[in-house]
């Protein structure tokens, strides 16, 4: 490090020592209003569980204050200290900071600009008397001397294993045993929390296996780690489906989960007057009745496929699926077959077809955004998720604190500088993509993948080949028009042109997770909970107003008792930690005053 690099981290952990003294003491001292002067006009306060027991963005210092007004008295934050150095990027001195609330430590990070506070998160991480048994809390393992009642592990397990959810209820049942629940689920075992998992499937990891042949993760290697238990060095960096369905099925063994496979969940009730989930199912053909005090949909955000109706479908000779049924392009050798859809199922299963000779159709019905893989880890994921990163110092743990301490109405500003970079390194795939007649584009205001998948989880396609394709015509392209009618043997399109077809495939995605609300408790409830996902950017697919974080994700809903716990393996795996946190303060009877429950505006 330079001598002028030096001092100014010098100076800037002095500026941030500073601000965390005065914020120490006038939170203690319940001074709100020397508090806001700390706070710049522009300033968010991002918070998970410590404050307001629930996901809350506080924008302004209105919002801040109304915040503190109705949470200070019961929080009791205390003792925020700084941890390492602070960080001086332009203008804005950056760092981590640890603090402690009545029940709960916390970790955070925090941006000054001019002193003052522009971001601030706070997160909940373990509560003071609950910990959990990891490090120096680990189980011993062993039980030493001489006891005639000894219980060996193995009777231990076997005898949870027979007795929960038959003469010992669980606190709470997770629906849906895919990466989601999983990763939930070991969560909560940690925690002591006795949790059913219920998935459908015969076996841990079918949510993958079952999927088309060519599947792999878009994602790199460093952005997907599951709780406790990372993917070794040697682990690829794009896993192929089975492999994850493998690692998934090992770590549901290793992590000791109450998983019920070869389980159907067939309808769930709350009792407001036991308050409990009065949750049916059907295991290995047996029917049981469930009582937990929780419930959690788990059902991924791929969970419920939308699957779109035309005039003629039924009169059609060939095969139609959706793409989450279609089962690998093996069977079809010289067939024709149509990709209804621009995104990244529709590139992959496209793609698979054409290496096995099938005369492939893509049928784009509104603009995409494309991003080569390459670039997305060059240019967006490698400073935080790579690993250069992890050279660095910087673990998954803490690249996830990174990115959530930026506030979603600012992470577009955040993102738009590395898309607009990608848009220069690749300018000339882009027109090669254009050339061929495909719909580019950016997102409505250029932000790029991220902000399109938090607003409508939809809409893109991470590049890892099939782009070549399209723009040389390999794989055929129609843009820009939809489907009429299906006949027999073609679809008649809405500009009035003819497409033959065997196969068609509906790469047309998937509705909003309250869908299975609706299904397995009732549309009033799903109604109720409203929309899961999107932000209220009004943007499309995403209505307004804005709300500020994800709806109804990993946090309080309108329904007691009801969560959604859900997204890519990064969220599913840093989310989870503050699910589990909520559910085991619940369990133990903690006070958790849930401040800023989200009004509903959407239902679907």
């Not at 682990?235 to 994850?244: E, G, L, N, Q, T």
């Not at 990163?389 to 738009?416: C, M, W």
């Not at 070549?468 to 129609?478: F, Y």
Request: negative net charge; hydrophobic residues 35%.
């Amino acid at each position: 490090m330079s001598e002028i690099s030096a001092q100014t981290q010098q100076t800037a952990t002095a500026i941030v020592q500073g601000w965390l003294s005065d914020f120490d003491k006038a939170l203690q001292g319940q001074d709100i209003q020397r508090v806001l002067s700390l706070f710049n006009e522009e300033c968010y306060w991002r918070d998970f569980v410590t404050f307001t027991w629930n996901l809350k963005t506080c924008e302004g210092k209105d919002a801040i204050q109304a915040m503190l007004n109705a949470t200070l008295e019961n929080v009791r934050p205390s003792n925020w200290q700084l941890e390492g150095e602070a960080a001086q990027n332009g203008d804005t001195s950056e760092a981590w900071f640890t603090f402690e609330t009545a029940v709960a430590s916390g970790k955070g990070y925090l941006r000054l600009k001019d002193g003052k506070c522009w971001t601030l998160l706070t997160t909940m991480q373990s509560l003071h008397d609950f910990p959990e048994p990891r490090n120096h809390n680990r189980p011993k393992g062993a039980e030493h001397g001489a006891n005639k009642q000894r219980e060996t592990w193995l009777e231990s397990q076997e005898r949870e294993e027979a007795e929960l959810g038959y003469t010992q209820q669980p606190y709470c049942v997770v629906i849906g045993g895919g990466q989601g629940g999983i990763g939930l689920g070991a969560r909560l075992k940690q925690m002591g929390v006795p949790t059913i998992i219920i998935e459908r499937n015969e076996r841990a990891g079918d949510s993958w296996r079952k999927r088309y042949k060519s599947l792999c993760l878009h994602d790199p290697v460093w952005y997907d780690h599951l709780p406790y238990i990372p993917f070794p060095e040697n682990w690829p960096v794009f896993a192929p489906k089975d492999k994850v369905g493998d690692w998934l099925e090992m770590y549901t063994k290793v992590m000791e989960l109450n998983y019920w496979s070869s389980t159907e969940c067939q309808n769930a009730r709350y009792d407001d007057a036991a308050g409990e989930w009065v949750v049916n199912v059907k295991r290995n053909g047996e029917e049981i009745t469930l009582r937990p005090k929780q419930l959690v949909m788990a059902t991924g955000m791929s969970g419920m496929p939308n699957v779109p109706t035309f005039p003629g479908a039924e009169s059609f000779a060939g095969e139609q699926q959706h793409s989450s049924q279609h089962p690998g392009p093996d069977a079809y050798a010289g067939k024709k077959c149509v990709i209804v859809g621009s995104n990244n199922s529709a590139h992959d299963i496209a793609a698979a077809l054409w290496e096995h000779d099938a005369d492939v159709t893509m049928l784009q019905r509104s603009s995409t955004h494309i991003v080569k893989s390459d670039s997305l880890m060059e240019e967006v994921l490698g400073p935080l998720y790579s690993e250069e990163a992890v050279a660095n110092g910087l673990t998954h743990e803490k690249a996830d604190l990174i990115f959530a301490s930026i506030p979603y109405k600012v992470l577009p500003d955040f993102q738009r500088p590395a898309f607009e970079a990608i848009k220069q390194r690749d300018a000339e795939f882009y027109q090669k993509l254009e050339d061929a007649g495909f719909l580019l584009d950016f997102g409505d205001d250029e932000s790029g993948l991220f902000l399109k998948y938090l607003r409508r989880g939809s809409g893109y396609y991470i590049d890892v080949g099939a782009c070549d394709l399209v723009a040389s015509g390999d794989i055929k392209l129609r843009s820009g028009v939809g489907i009429e009618r299906i006949n027999p043997h073609s679809i008649t399109l809405t500009d009035g042109s003819e497409l033959e077809a065997d196969l068609i495939v509906y790469a047309t995605g998937y509705g909003s997770m309250n869908g299975w609300a609706a299904r397995l408790i009732s549309q009033e409830v799903a109604d109720k909970v409203g929309k899961c996902w999107g932000l209220g950017s009004d943007t499309t697919k995403d209505p307004g107003p804005w709300e500020g974080e994800l709806r109804n994700m990993w946090k309080p809903t309108q329904q007691e008792a009801l969560w959604f716990h859900g997204g890519n393996l990064h969220q599913s795996r840093h989310y989870s930690h503050y699910l589990a946190l909520q559910l085991k303060a619940r369990m133990e009877g903690l006070e958790t005053p849930v401040y800023g429950l989200q009004p509903v505006h959407h239902t679907s």
